[in-house]
Each structure stands twice: as C-alpha cells, then as structure tokens.
C-alpha cells in the first residue's frame, strides 16, 4: 500500500494535531490510499484505451451538433448502453465530430469505472485480417469483447 506507507508520518502528525481518534487516522490513511489507487487505475485504462485525450468532453462543443445529436450525446454520457451491452455506431460527414464525439464518451465511461477500447473502423478490420492470418482470432476476439 504505497500511498499509506508514503502519508502516514504527515497523516499522523496531523491527527495529533486534531486530536482526532485512532479510528479517524486509519480510515483518512485509507480513503486517501483507495483514491490514489482509483486515479492509477484511471490513468491506466486512458492509456489502454488509445483514446484521443484531447477530444474530451470539456473541449466538446455541443452547440456544434444537432440538437438531436446532442441529446443522444448527453444521454449517451449516462452509460446505461454499456450496461444493456449495446454497441454504439457513429456517423457523419468528414469533420462534423464524430471522433471527438466518441473519445469524449468513451473517457466518461472510463472515469466511471469502465473499459474502452477505442478504434477507427479501418484499423478494427485490419487487426482482426491480421489475427486471421496468424490464427489467432479467437484469442483477438477474446481480448476485445
């Protein structure tokens, strides 16, 4: 537990000043060590992921998109399509956001405690050509899903 071995000397010290109890110091030692834990797992699925990390939400531009569009966006942001296991397919002009649209989706669901793996359509298909020829598309299949 390396966020407790690395705090609890300053945790200490700063309990002593509170006088807060033995109880008050274990369990603030262990909140900060689950939340140092949480943002490690975080930042490892955005890396995992290959999503863009500059198409966020925050740089989303809802204005920009239908108002259609856009409510599919917010109710998309909800994640209740990851829980009924439904895949979500995006399409538009060249430029009309669809990639933003999707990284900005894709790091919410993230931030809520789920998986994503991001990729174009072109490369999806050359990765599983690629698993084919190499008899290994069970095994590609597997990872992805």
Do not use: W
């Given at each position: 537990?390396?966020?407790?071995r690395d ?41 995992e ?83 084919k ?13």
């Open positions: 537990m390396p966020t407790i705090e609890y000397e300053s945790a200490a010290g700063r309990a002593r000043q509170e006088t807060s109890s033995f109880e008050r110091y274990l369990l603030d030692l262990a909140e900060r060590e689950l939340e140092a834990r949480r943002s490690s797992r975080i930042e490892r699925l955005l890396r992921s290959k999503l863009f990390m500059e198409k966020s939400l925050s740089t989303l531009d809802l204005k920009r998109l239908p108002p259609k569009a856009a409510q599919q966006v917010r109710s998309l942001l909800e994640g209740d399509f990851v829980n009924r296991y439904e895949n979500v397919l995006i399409f538009g002009n060249p430029g009309s956001g669809k990639t933003h649209v999707a990284c900005a989706i894709g790091q919410e669901m993230i931030r809520a405690g789920r998986r994503v793996m991001f990729a174009s359509c072109g490369l999806m298909v050359q990765d599983l050509l690629a698993a020829r190499d008899l290994k598309l069970r095994g590609f299949l597997k990872k992805i899903s």
